[in-house]
């Protein structure tokens, strides 16, 4: 399987102020390669495709020999496919009739990533071996960099990316060939069902918690915000401030992801079919504030509604149930999530009277009642089985 591996770096001052200069320069690569794709249509209508920039790279490098020379032509390259796969989704939008997105430049807070599209060329992970203790981490024009490695790194290690997150920098390793890790059979099928009151409630009965850290921290970061309102744009005091308020917001994403990691093993372990709801959860956290002439309704409650479910994260979680299932060889089945919570699980019938209310089910058919969450569950297993056993008469 692939995987990729993110590991903290503990830089030098040195290495941290090569590091964000690196960054620097493949952004003004990345904004200079969009501004020349945009003249050329519009004065010649000429399309620049990613070979054309690619066969001007040795010229750019050449005539700026103490910046863009500096680092390492395959990083560069890479850069210039990340814009090129910009355009390639862009043209996918507009054939498919959905709003295009045209690619932009980039300001200094939305670029924070260089690729290096091959361990060896312009860097080298584990490059002093020999070393007892510490790994490090070689990248052409920054030096041996230090690395955080807290487990090991499995597989062959393919690309080598450098991402910066407030004032942390990680490395990201993608590596080919990694073995799975598969568990034991336990001959048991769940279904599962997403909540905000619980992350997940289970069709056996078991809710997994939903510790909602965004609101934990809403106290903090409120006042980390209005701090930053306060402060004058160019100063010190505005750059602090913002660096206060991107670091509580990467803490909240850092407990959430370990939450989502935790939450996904538990299920995994302990069954060998999974099945949870196809969410679409793009839609369902769109804003309801409408337009000045059709206003939303119950805007207030709808805004209240998206950041409970943001803050769960049901995507996160949903992605990383995802590959340790893969891992762990066991079977994952979505399913369509109508009516879920309205159908009773005893005896079929769906009538939107069924749920009283946010946590009570009672059928008004068969009189059944039940935790709404859990009758939900059971029928995410029973559609999701149905599915899994059409698809293996198929």
Not at 197 to 218: E, M, W, Y
Request: some cysteine; charged content about 25%; glycine content about 8%.
């Amino acid at each position: 399987m692939r995987r990729s591996f993110t590991f903290l770096l503990r830089p030098t001052g040195k290495q941290a102020a090569a590091l964000a200069a690196c960054l620097e320069d493949h952004r003004v690569l990345y904004n200079a390669a969009l501004e020349h794709r945009r003249t050329a249509y519009r004065t010649a209508g000429v399309t620049v495709r990613y070979g054309d920039q690619s066969g001007e790279l040795k010229h750019i490098r050449a005539d700026d020999p103490a910046g863009q020379g500096r680092w390492s032509f395959s990083s560069q390259q890479a850069t210039l496919r990340r814009l090129d796969k910009a355009f390639g989704a862009f043209f996918r939008r507009v054939k498919a009739g959905r709003t295009p997105g045209f690619p932009r430049f980039k300001g200094w807070g939305w670029f924070d990533t260089v690729t290096w599209p091959k361990d060896g060329d312009g860097c080298r992970w584990d490059c002093q071996p020999e070393h007892p203790t510490a790994t490090f981490v070689r990248l052409q024009g920054i030096g041996h960099v230090r690395v955080h490695q807290h487990r090991p790194v499995r597989g062959r290690v393919k690309t080598i990316s450098v991402k910066r997150e407030g004032s942390r920098w990680y490395v990201i390793l993608s590596c080919d060939d990694v073995p799975a890790e598969t568990l034991p059979a336990t001959g048991a099928a769940v279904g599962v069902d997403m909540g905000v009151a619980s992350l997940v409630t289970t069709s056996d009965g078991d809710p997994l918690a939903n510790p909602r850290h965004l609101k934990a921290s809403a106290g903090r970061l409120g006042a980390a915000q209005r701090a930053l309102a306060r402060t004058r744009r160019g100063s010190t005091r505005r750059r602090k401030a913002v660096a206060r308020v991107a670091a509580l917001h990467a803490k909240v994403r850092r407990q959430r992801l370990d939450g989502a990691h935790k939450a996904a093993l538990t299920l995994v372990r302990a069954y060998d079919v999974i099945v949870h709801e196809d969410l679409r959860i793009a839609n369902m956290t769109r804003s309801a504030a409408g337009t000045i002439a059709q206003p939303g309704r119950n805007v207030a409650a709808k805004s209240g509604l998206n950041r409970s479910i943001l803050d769960a994260g049901w995507g996160v979680f949903l992605r990383v149930l995802a590959y340790k299932a893969e891992s762990a060889g066991r079977e994952l089945i979505a399913v369509d999530p109508r009516n879920t919570s309205r159908t009773c699980s005893r005896c079929g019938h769906c009538a939107k009277d069924n749920r009283l209310t946010q946590a009570q089910f009672r059928c008004q058919a068969c009189e059944h009642t039940a935790h709404a969450d859990v009758n939900a569950a059971k029928n995410i297993l029973r559609a999701g089985l149905a599915l899994r056993d059409a698809a293996q008469a198929a």
